[in-house]
């Protein structure tokens, strides 16, 4: 078995444990190395500063004890050079001191009281016995290994008696804090077993976590494809009523006005046609020539079709409002019609080439001499029977034209269409 699939038997283990358990061995984990991670760098830090110290002192007392012997080597003094020895002992720090002469032959020594072999394995520092220029013996210390290493010991061992205690007060609580954590998923655990049936048992071994999402999991896949079911069972029953913006009058107003001003003209009804969609959250698209069409779904909203006729009166109302503060008026026709047991809209083919209540609502929109909304007779039970007035067209007994609606709604189409006037106006 190589590494990586023994890593992963590892960590799908670790991670089927208990809750708490996984917690707590998380945490027991992250503290370790951090303990030896903050250990070793605490470490390296003083060792490196306590070497600097030692160099310094070592090389400082060697120079000075150097000077100092200078005069007693020259006259053979041995019993002041084994006082100034015997006083450089005395420091704790000292373990070891040593004068030789030019040829090595050691002249003095003296070694510091209670020290062993072993904390006299410090570092050895040297300095020449200068005398006139002439180097007349060397002077030899060695300091005490003991102290040099005690401090970063110490500081090790205070690391990691902070880090116990860290360690356990952490461990006492994240006990508790789990216990309590475990005991509402486990809670939770049972509360969906009561209300969601299992469909099949969770893998052996598995923690609170695992059984829980595999639960909700399981509910979840049940539920979409109840909802995918659903959805293809009534993709029959979707209605969409869509609103056709013809303008009349646009071949007059090519001869008549001037290409900027046509421009604008037409600018301000595509604007018109984009607030009002977007205000009853239709959907919107233009075909080739230039005719808008407006696409309402009963998937959507209830009161799609309601909706949709809003949308074209207020277009049709905001039209003949800013027709009449332009150089120009623009007539639209509009045609409403729903995609009752015909095709809604076409995407590949344009849509006057085939019959769909696209085609028909293009069809109501382009009727001569007409202005207003029409539609079919046929398609009036999609609107409440109180809220609309008709009247018959000229075109036919099964095309109707919206002649008024009710007050209230005609109030708040009223305040729309001031609002959006406004807006598009500045």
């Not at 060792?47 to 600097?52: L, S, T, W």
């Not at 003991?146 to 609580?173: D, H």
């Not at 995407?347 to 293009?362: G, I, T, V, W, Y």
Request: with cysteine; net charge negative; hydrophobic share 40%.
């Amino acid at each position: 078995m190589t590494v990586p699939k023994k890593s992963g038997k590892l960590a799908r283990k670790i991670f089927n444990l208990p809750l708490k358990t996984q917690l707590m061995l998380i945490y027991g984990v992250l503290m370790g190395a951090l303990t030896i991670f903050s250990s070793l760098l605490i470490y390296s830090e003083i060792e490196h500063a306590n070497q600097h110290q030692a160099d310094t002192m070592g090389n400082l007392i060697s120079g000075q004890t150097a000077s100092a012997a200078a005069n007693m080597l020259v006259t053979g003094d041995r019993l002041s050079l084994s006082v100034l020895l015997n006083r450089l002992a005395q420091d704790p720090y000292i373990s070891e001191a040593s004068i030789y002469s030019i040829d090595d032959r050691r002249i003095g020594h003296a070694v510091s009281k209670g020290d062993n072999a072993s904390e006299r394995d410090g570092p050895i520092y040297s300095a020449p016995i200068n005398y006139q220029d002439v180097i007349a013996g060397y002077v030899r210390l060695s300091l005490n290994q003991k102290l040099l290493t005690q401090k970063p010991k110490e500081a090790i061992q205070i690391i990691i008696a902070v880090s116990s205690i860290l360690l356990i007060v952490g461990m006492v609580f994240l006990y508790f804090y789990s216990d309590n954590l475990a005991r509402k998923l486990s809670l939770i655990e049972r509360q969906l077993h009561s209300v969601l049936p299992l469909q099949s048992s969770p893998p052996e071994g598995s923690g609170e976590i695992d059984r829980i999402a595999n639960l909700v999991e399981q509910q979840l896949t049940e539920t979409r494809l109840l909802s995918n079911k659903e959805n293809v069972d009534h993709a029959d029953d979707k209605v969409t009523a869509i609103i056709s913006i013809n303008v009349k009058n646009i071949a007059r107003f090519q001869q008549l006005l001037a290409p900027q001003d046509l421009m604008n003209i037409i600018q301000l009804q595509m604007e018109i046609a984009v607030e009002a969609a977007s205000l009853y959250e239709g959907s919107l698209s233009y075909s080739p020539e230039g005719n808008v069409y407006i696409q309402f779904v009963s998937t959507e909203s209830d009161s799609f079709a309601m909706d949709a006729l809003c949308c074209g009166l207020l277009i049709e109302m905001l039209s003949q409002r800013i027709g009449e503060q332009s150089i120009a008026s623009i007539k639209p026709g509009i045609g409403l019609c729903l995609s009752d047991k015909i095709p809604e809209f076409p995407k590949e083919k344009h849509p006057a080439l085939c019959d769909s209540a696209a085609s028909q609502a293009l069809m109501l929109a382009s009727l001569l001499e007409s202005n207003g909304l029409h539609m079919l007779r046929s398609q009036l039970s999609w609107l409440p029977a109180d809220i609309t007035e008709i009247q018959a067209s000229e075109h036919g007994d099964g095309i109707v034209l919206i002649s008024a609606i009710s007050e209230s709604t005609s109030t708040e189409l009223e305040r729309q269409a001031d609002a959006l006037e406004e807006s598009l106006l500045g």
